[in-house]
C-alpha cells in the first residue's frame, strides 16, 4: 500500500529538445533498436494530448488546487503498479536528468539536496518553469487537464482541457456516492465543480426543464470554456460509474429532471437514465463548437475503483450514435490493458486513442508491443500523451512529463525498428509514423492551430 503523501496531488485517473544517447542496435538482454531511427523520434517536437501540468506557486501563495476535478487525495489509500513507486530507478533517472541531485549517503540527505535543486530551478525560472518544463521534455504544446489555467500555462504552449462530468450531474448525488468508499468522497467534490459553473454563468438555480438546463447551463459552458481557449473536455466518469451509456429513452430522462431538480434523491436506474441522455447532449454540442472529448478508460486507480467498469467497449453505444459523427472522442490511456477493445473502437471515424499513462506504468519494450500491434491497423489514430501529473517532490509533474516522453520515445523506436526489420514498412515511413504518434495524429484529432 501506497502512503497517500506521495500521491496527494494525483489526477485521476491523467526539458531545450532531449535528445537521448541514441543506443547501440543491440545491447545485451534488450530489445533491438535502430540508433538512427531513435535519434531521429528524440528530435520530433511532441504534442502531449494529456497531462496535468501545475501553475508556478510564489513563495507564500495559495498551493495550485485546479490541477484536476477529481484528486485522489481524498479517497482510501490504495496500491499503485511497481513502475509508479519511488522503489523504479525511472525516477531517479528523471531527477539526475531534471535537476542534477547530487549523490548522498542516505535517502534523507539525497532528498533533501533534491529539494534544495528543484527549488533552485523553480527559482531560476519563475513563471516560466512550466515552458522550461515542455523544453527539457522535447514537448512543443501540452493539452492541460485542469479546471481552470493560469500565470505560467498560456497559449501557444499550453491548451486548456476542462471537466465536463459536473454538467452530467444536476440533481441530488447523495445516492450515487454511495456505491463506493471512493466515491463518497469523489460526488462531493463533481457538485462543488457544477455550483462554480454555475457561478461563472451568473445563474442561481438550475432550469426548471431538462430542455432548458442543456439550453442555459450546458450549451454555454460548452461556448464559454471554447472561447477560452479550450481544445477538448475531459470525462472522468469511469471513477464514478460504468461508461455503459446507454441509448436513453428522452421523454423518461425529461420526467427524471423534472421529479427531482426542486429536491429528493433520484434512484440509481433513474439518475443512469439523465446521465445516458445528457452526455449525448455535451457530447453534440462539444462536437459543434468544435471541442474534442477524452475519456478516462484505465484499469486503476484507487481501491474501489471497478476496472471493469472502465472498459472500452462499453463505450460503444456511445460511439456508435450516428448523431454525434462531427464529435471527435479520444480514449485517453488507451483503455489499458484492454489494448485490443481500444483497437475495436478505433475503426470509428471519429474515434482516436492516446499513451497517457500507458508510458508511465509501462517500460517501453512493453509499449512497444502495445504501439506495433495498434499501427499495423489505425496508424493514423494513436496519439502521444503523459498524463504528467504532480506527485511531490519526488515524482513532480515535471519528471512525469520526462518519463512519459522518454518511455514513449524509445517503445516508439523499438516497435518501428521490428515492423522495419520484418519489411513491413520503409525507413521513410517509419519516421512518416513516428511524427505521427509524437505530433501529427494530434492535430487532426485536436483544433490547434497549428500546421
Known amino acids: 500500500m501506497i502512503a497517500r503523501r506521495e500521491f496527494g496531488l494525483w489526477p485521476c485517473l491523467s526539458i531545450a529538445v532531449v535528445v537521448i544517447?541514441?543506443?547501440?542496435?543491440?545491447?545485451?538482454?534488450?530489445?533491438?533498436?535502430?540508433?538512427?531511427?531513435?535519434?531521429?523520434i528524440n528530435s520530433i517536437r511532441a504534442i502531449d494530448v494529456h497531462a496535468h501540468p501545475m501553475r508556478p506557486v510564489p513563495p507564500g501563495a495559495p498551493a495550485d488546487t485546479e490541477f484536476d476535478a477529481l484528486p485522489l487525495d481524498g479517497i482510501p489509500p490504495f496500491g499503485v503498479p511497481h513502475r509508479l513507486s519511488l522503489d523504479d530507478p525511472v525516477w531517479r533517472s528523471a531527477q539526475d536528468a531534471l535537476f542534477h541531485a547530487p549523490a548522498a549517503t542516505n535517502d534523507s540527505v539525497y532528498r533533501a539536496g533534491l529539494r534544495a535543486a528543484v527549488e533552485g530551478k523553480r527559482r531560476e525560472?519563475?513563471?516560466?518553469?512550466?515552458?522550461?518544463?515542455?523544453d527539457a521534455a522535447g514537448i512543443e504544446v501540452m493539452l492541460a487537464n485542469r479546471i481552470a489555467m493560469g500565470p505560467g500555462l498560456s497559449s501557444p504552449r499550453f491548451r486548456w482541457v476542462p471537466f465536463a462530468d459536473p454538467l452530467m450531474y444536476p440533481l441530488d448525488t447523495r445516492g450515487e456516492a454511495a456505491r463506493t468508499p471512493d466515491t463518497r468522497a469523489l460526488y462531493p467534490k463533481e457538485a462543488a465543480l457544477l455550483r462554480r459553473y454555475l457561478r461563472e454563468l451568473r445563474i442561481t438555480k438550475l432550469a426548471p426543464t431538462l430542455d432548458a438546463y442543456a439550453r442555459t447551463i450546458v450549451r454555454p459552458t460548452l461556448e464559454r470554456w471554447r472561447s477560452g481557449?479550450?481544445?477538448?473536455?475531459?470525462?472522468?466518469?469511469?471513477?464514478?460509474?460504468?461508461?455503459?451509456?446507454?441509448?436513453?429513452?428522452?421523454?423518461?430522462?425529461?420526467?427524471?429532471?423534472?421529479?427531482?431538480?426542486?429536491?429528493?434523491?433520484?434512484?440509481?436506474?433513474?439518475?443512469?437514465?439523465?446521465?445516458?441522455?445528457?452526455?449525448?447532449?455535451?457530447?453534440?454540442?462539444?462536437?459543434?463548437?468544435?471541442?474534442?472529448?477524452?475519456?478516462?478508460?484505465?484499469?486503476?486507480?484507487?481501491?474501489?475503483?471497478r476496472s471493469a467498469g472502465a472498459a472500452p467497449h462499453l463505450l460503444e453505444p456511445l460511439v456508435n450514435d450516428s448523431t454525434l459523427r462531427a464529435t471527435k472522442f479520444v480514449i485517453v490511456h488507451g483503455g489499458w490493458p484492454l489494448i485490443g477493445e481500444t483497437q475495436g473502437l478505433l475503426t470509428k471515424p471519429n474515434v482516436y486513442a492516446d499513451i497517457s499513462m500507458m508510458d508511465i506504468l509501462l517500460p517501453p519494450f512493453q509499449l512497444a508491443t502495445v504501439l506495433r500491434q495498434w499501427l499495423g491497423e489505425w496508424p493514423d489514430?494513436?496519439?502521444?500523451?503523459?498524463?504528467?501529473?504532480?506527485?511531490?517532490?519526488?515524482?513532480?509533474?515535471?519528471q512525469v512529463a520526462w518519463v512519459g516522453t522518454t518511455t514513449a520515445r524509445r517503445a516508439l523506436a523499438m516497435a518501428l525498428t521490428g515492423m522495419l526489420r520484418d519489411g513491413e514498412i520503409s525507413r521513410p515511413r517509419a519516421e512518416e509514423l513516428a511524427r505521427m504518434v509524437m505530433r501529427q495524429n494530434a492535430l487532426a484529432a485536436y483544433d490547434l492551430g497549428i500546421r
Not at 525560472?125 to 515542455?134: G, Q, Y
Open 125 to 134: 525560472h519563475a513563471e516560466h518553469f512550466p515552458e522550461w518544463t515542455l
Open 381 to 398: 489514430k494513436v496519439l502521444f500523451g503523459s498524463d504528467a501529473f504532480d506527485g511531490g517532490l519526488e515524482q513532480g509533474w515535471e
Open 229 to 305: 481557449g479550450a481544445v477538448g473536455i475531459k470525462l472522468e466518469a469511469a471513477y464514478l460509474r460504468p461508461l455503459d451509456f446507454d441509448d436513453p429513452d428522452p421523454a423518461t430522462a425529461r420526467a427524471v429532471y423534472a421529479r427531482y431538480v426542486a429536491g429528493g434523491v433520484p434512484s440509481r436506474a433513474e439518475y443512469k437514465t439523465l446521465q445516458d441522455y445528457l452526455v449525448r447532449v455535451i457530447a453534440k454540442d462539444a462536437g459543434s463548437v468544435g471541442l474534442t472529448i477524452q475519456v478516462h478508460t484505465l484499469e486503476t486507480f484507487g481501491g474501489f475503483y
Open 21 to 40: 544517447a541514441a543506443a547501440p542496435v543491440r545491447a545485451s538482454g534488450q530489445t533491438p533498436v535502430d540508433s538512427a531511427l531513435l535519434t531521429y
